[in-house]
Structure formats: structure tokens, C-alpha cells
């Protein structure tokens, strides 16, 4: 993992390409057969997972650590299950609607004001 791996979202991954980030958000859809989740970070993310990965439920908070695609596809190299019943808003930044918030994504980069689990 990289010296300062930014906290990131669906709408800044254009800035990361290539390079290991952190994202926060929800499982939207799961598809096992495809190794592949879908991530709610204030836009849809397309996770790619390691092999023999748990499968992950639609709903459930998730932190992934992973490097960026061409496609903005993120590969992931470690997934943290944060479970259904996260205190989200005041953690991780999601709002009840599944929602990460740009502008705690952006303070907490410019002030490392939210730990990871790692």
C-alpha cells in the first residue's frame, strides 16, 4: 500500500487512477459467479475481489482497499466488512440513503480526520 493511500469516492476515482485508494460505501449488487460487488460511494464502483472472497449482501457497509483500473473498476487487495448495522454517518461518512459524503471524503484527506481498518 502506498505512503499516503487517499480516501476516495465514485466521483473522484478519475484522480487515482492506477494508484491504491481507500473506499468506503454499500453493497449494492452481488455477483458471485463474477467475483465482482457493486459499491455504493456516492455513485456505483465496480469492486473486483480476490479469490475465495465471502460473498457480500446487498446493504452491508464495506471499506476496500484496492487499486484503481483504467475502467474505474478498483481491485481490491483487502475488504474490511463494516456490517448492516454500522454507525455509518458518524464513522465512515454514509448517510442513511448509502451515500458517501464528497466533502467529508475531501476534509478527511486534507486532515486525516477518520482512521481506516486496516
Known amino acids: 500500500m502506498e505512503a499516503n493511500t487517499p480516501r476516495t469516492n465514485a466521483p473522484l476515482l478519475s484522480q487515482h487512477m492506477g494508484h491504491t485508494v481507500i473506499l468506503i460505501g454499500r453493497v449494492s449488487s452481488s455477483s458471485p459467479q ?23 449482501q446487498p ?44 466533502e467529508l471524503t475531501s476534509l478527511c484527506n486534507r486532515y486525516g480526520c477518520i482512521p481506516h481498518f486496516s
Request: glycine fraction near 12%; hydrophobic fraction near 45%; aromatic fraction near 2%.
Open 34 to 56: 463474477n467475483n465482482t460487488i457493486a459499491l455504493d460511494s456516492a455513485g456505483i464502483v465496480n469492486i473486483i475481489l480476490p479469490h475465495n472472497s465471502p460473498q457480500y
Open 59 to 102: 446493504g452491508t457497509a464495506v471499506q476496500v482497499i484496492g487499486r484503481v483500473g483504467p475502467d474505474l473498476s478498483i481491485k481490491a487487495l483487502l475488504l474490511v466488512d463494516l456490517g448492516t448495522q454500522a454507525c455509518t454517518l458518524a464513522v465512515i461518512g454514509i448517510g442513511n440513503d448509502g451515500v458517501v459524503c464528497s
